[in-house]
């Protein structure tokens, strides 16, 4: 039994907000009414409340807390908490990448392993040299040992020896949590509070956890479960005596492979030439230091040369390193290796390996290394594909190429050496210059209605990609979201200050994925290249959309100062759109604060400006959130003649994304004065537009509410039906939000059951 039934005599275990304050207040029996004007909130808002339609703020939460007399227990719900556990069937995340399909065992290594697991360890920590087999090691015997762990395998690179930054414990958490079914709200902004919520999400679970690539034990140590029945498997080129001190990690050190080990991986590129010429084999393998990564690469480069006999290549490879010089540093046999491929290159193709070096890191399209190449898609397509015969590269898709990080270490290193500072420079300020490109094309394709913004390319002509259809501009930003973000980071450090304008393009997908963990860090990147580069108008564009983060996060207060600020310099640039879209966001800050005059006159404002800007859609979009705040203080006719107003102005510009997310606003105002069957008309409307653009997220979200409606009504088979086919939706898509929103249903559909 909950201690808080003591205070209010109703037993409030697993209750919502909105479900003990209907209880509180019938308790009290204090009408809507009554009790608004004793919290100074309005009606509407107390029954959005209610409804769980919206989330209160804890200044909020604390005033009708004290109006009801409610002793702190209503104020506590406010505070986001892990979902209820129970006994209940989890969803299995499984985020494991696919093993290599030529794997060859390592007995030393496997054997330690398995004896650690036998041992019930918790966490293990492989080390090694770079281009030593760790993560393929490691994901293949996380992938034998998974099906012991049935609550799920979490996966991530730490990026600990990428070019750009090493992976924030924070952020990783945020992705974490999501796959673990934390929705994007309840999420804690503070590492603290995300490291207590993860661990309390993994207590007495069977859980997996591969952390790929770590810096140090620091930056692990938040990731790592609490329950002693899980298993963390971690990998690092550093030893991580912290992790077996302080963490009691087992550590596996990977060394080179043994002789045989290595022929045999020889074997599974070379075949029968292995055995024809062992000796030259064995030299081959001995100045490759054995080390898989270099195996794999001399022989592809052997492979190509199928009448050459390994001997000679084998004197080849030996006058560039001695063997003496490879011993004291296993390292530099990948860099003999590298160096032996790199310089046999013909020469446009190894110019276009170096520049390779230059990208932010993840996959690279054929389009990004024809710009930082300066070739067309078709040169730069041929020579991906010449270097991935060599192995330099790998082809993961059929447009699409990683590089592992030792190989582009050495590419970097290598570019820098033949290039100066101001061809890298440009090169990179190219590869921003297509990521702008391709994201305006790809939000014009999705926000038709929306105006287009400036740019200011160096190169307008950059060839991009073309979108046909809104599903494929869709598609795009759902394999690009990572990468934009990356490389907003890494090109503020090369001082690249067009990366400024990357959060802009795409500030309409910000908005819609709410992926503010990735992004905000990114945000105040691109502030600071908008400030040092004066870009007036990116500067006021990267306030105004951490602000739209603020809000997200139930920030009302720090978001208002910089809409403000953002307000400023839109006036400074006599810009009225941009101005009405600040009045936007401070009426949405202003709604969160509960002040709704004041919400009503900036979004009032905001009207008035957009339509003497001839701006058509930011009025729309004020119009939209003015009604959200009409509803709430009672004005529901009022709300839903301007959201029609918005529909109307949407669907003449053939607006789908837009238009779609206004049914859904008429969907809330209908289920909140109780008329379900119209509410079912306009998420079914929803339904059908986000269907046209295969916006599959909104369309399991879309699934959702109708499951939520049906149950609420007592229609659980219908309820099943949608919830049901929300999780098929979503079942190929990795991406945490729609991870967190898979096993949310599946939840659902157990617990009703």
């Known amino acids: 039994m909950n201690s808080r039934r003591q205070q209010t005599g109703i037993e409030t275990t697993e209750m919502t907000f909105g479900e003990l304050l209907h209880l509180l207040r019938e308790d009290r029996r204090l009408s809507l009414k009554a009790l608004a004007a004793g919290a100074n909130v309005s009606k509407g808002y107390l029954s959005n409340l209610e409804h769980n339609i919206r989330s209160p703020s804890a200044e909020i939460a604390e005033a009708i807390d004290r109006a009801l007399e409610a002793g702190g227990e209503l104020a506590e719900l406010a505070v986001p908490r892990p979902r209820a556990r129970a006994t209940r069937e989890r969803i299995r995340p499984a985020q494991l990448p696919a093993a290599l399909r030529s794997f060859v065992p390592r007995r030393e290594p496997l054997e330690q392993a398995s004896a650690a697991l036998a ?215 990948v860099r003999t290796v590298l160096s032996w491929s790199h310089d046999t290159l013909p020469s446009p193709m190894a110019a276009t390996f170096r520049q390779l070096g230059l990208h932010p890191g993840g996959p690279i399209r054929i389009e990004a290394a024809a710009a930082l190449s300066g070739l067309s898609p078709l040169q730069a397509q041929g020579h991906l594909s010449a270097l991935a015969t060599v192995h330099l590269v790998e082809q993961t898709a059929q447009d699409k190429f990683v590089m592992h990080d030792l190989v582009q270490a050495y590419a970097l290193e290598q570019v820098r050496e033949c290039a100066d500072e101001e ?230 510009a053939e607006d789908l994304m837009s238009s779609g997310c206004t049914s859904t606003l008429l969907a809330g105002l209908a289920e909140s004065s109780g008329e379900y069957e119209v509410a079912l008309h306009h998420l079914e409307n929803a339904l059908r537009t986000f269907n046209k653009v295969a916006d599959v997220w909104s369309q399991a979200h879309i699934h959702r509410r109708v499951g939520d409606l049906h149950a609420d009504r007592g229609n659980l088979h219908a309820a099943h039906r949608s919830w049901s086919a929300a999780a098929d939706l979503l079942s190929g898509n990795t991406e945490p939000t729609a991870a967190g929103l898979r096993r949310q249903l599946i939840e659902s559909l157990k617990e009703d059951v």
């Not at 080179?256 to 075949?271: C, F, N, W, Y």
């Not at 084999?281 to 052997?302: H, K």
């Open 423 to 652: 061809t890298n420079r440009a090169a990179l300020s190219r590869l921003v210059d297509l990521y702008l490109n391709t994201g305006a094309a790809a939000i014009r394709m999705l926000w038709p209605s929306r105006p287009r913004r400036p740019l200011e390319l160096s190169q307008a002509d950059l060839a991009t990609l073309t979108f046909h259809h809104p599903a494929d501009a869709v598609r795009w930003f759902e394999d690009e979201l990572q990468l934009l973000v990356r490389l907003v980071r890494y090109g503020a450090r090369w001082n690249i200050t067009s990366v400024a304008y990357l959060p802009v393009v795409v500030n309409e997908m910000l908005f819609h994925r709410r992926a503010w963990s990735w992004w905000v860090p990114a945000l105040r990147d691109a502030l600071e290249m908008a400030r040092r580069g004066r870009h007036r108008d990116a500067e006021a564009w990267a306030l105004e959309t951490l602000g739209d983060a603020g809000i997200d996060e139930l920030k009302a207060s720090s978001s208002a100062g910089l809409y403000r600020q953002a307000m400023q310099i839109r006036i400074e640039l006599d810009d009225l759109s941009g101005v009405a879209a600040c009045h936007v966001g401070l009426g949405r800050a202003c709604y969160q604060l509960n002040d709704l005059d004041a919400a009503i006159t900036h979004l009032e404002a905001a009207r008035r400006l957009s339509t003497k800007a001839q701006d058509q859609w930011e009025f729309a979009v004020a119009s939209a959130h003015l009604a959200s705040v009409l509803a709430a203080s009672g004005d529901a006719a009022g709300a839903r003649s301007l959201l029609t107003e918005v529909q109307t102005i949407f669907d003449e």
């Open 119 to 333: 041992a019930h360890e918790g966490l293990i920590a492989f080390d090694g040299p770079a281009g030593v087999g760790k993560t393929a090691f490691t994901v293949h015997w996380a992938h034998t040992i998974a099906s012991q762990f049935p609550d799920g395998v979490l996966f991530t690179d730490l990026r600990g020896f990428a070019a750009d930054s090493p992976e924030d414990p924070a952020v990783v958490l945020g992705r974490f949590l999501r796959a673990l079914g934390t929705s994007p709200q309840d999420i804690p902004t503070d590492l603290d509070g995300r490291v207590a919520l993860y661990r309390t999400l993994l207590e007495a679970t069977r859980t997996l956890v591969v952390l790929d690539n770590a810096v140090d034990a620091d930056q692990i140590r938040p990731l790592l479960p609490s329950s002693p029945r899980s298993l963390a498997l971690v990998t690092s080129r550093n030893r991580l005596s912290g992790a077996v001190i302080h963490d009691g990690a087992v550590r596996i050190t990977l060394h080179p492979m043994s002789s045989e080990e290595a022929l045999d991986l020889m074997r599974s590129v070379l075949g029968g030439r292995v055995d024809g010429d062992l000796a030259a084999a064995q030299v081959i393998a001995d100045r490759a230091g054995r080390l898989p990564l270099a195996l794999r690469i001399a022989g592809e480069r052997a492979n190509l040369l199928p009448t050459v006999p390994l001997r000679k290549l084998a004197d080849e490879l030996t006058r560039r390193q001695p063997l003496d010089v490879l011993a004291t540093d296993e390292t530099l046999a």
